[in-house]
């Protein structure tokens, strides 16, 4: 099971930015799908951005444009830079990593983003 750790949220203002941080336990990234998902609400958790070993990228129509992810295989980490941000953006934000071989997903604690003026 891969541990995953999710930093950079907070409460924002409408049209503001924040990048959010995950950083994975080990030397992971070969093996495995990087992603960000959330869940506001009442409502269930739903793909944001995924990103692969080698970089190919894959976002939510309600995010493109806004949003990007990325990873820093050195530092095992991946990022989600959130721009632009509305009021429905507000959600708790997980990190998942996806492995391709088992199939098995892991998923950090989630971390609070409110966008709100």
């Known amino acids: 099971q891969v541990r995953l750790v999710e930093s950079g949220g907070g409460l924002v203002q409408p049209g503001g930015s924040l990048r959010l941080s995950c950083a994975a336990n080990?030397?992971?990234?070969?093996?495995?799908?990087m992603g960000w998902y959330r869940q506001a609400p009442g409502k269930q958790r739903e793909l944001v951005a995924t990103?692969?070993?080698?970089?190919?990228?894959n976002y939510a129509d309600a995010v493109k444009g806004r949003f990007t992810i990325s990873r820093d295989n050195a530092e095992n980490t991946v990022y989600l830079q959130m721009s632009s941000l509305k009021p429905e953006d507000t959600a708790v934000y997980y990190c998942?990593?996806?492995?391709?071989?088992?199939?098995?997903?892991?998923w950090g604690q989630g971390t609070q983003v409110t966008v709100s003026s």
């Open positions: 080990g030397n992971i990234f070969s093996m495995y799908v």
């Open positions: 990103i692969t070993d080698s970089g190919n990228t």
């Open positions: 998942n990593a996806y492995h391709v071989f088992t199939r098995r997903d892991s």
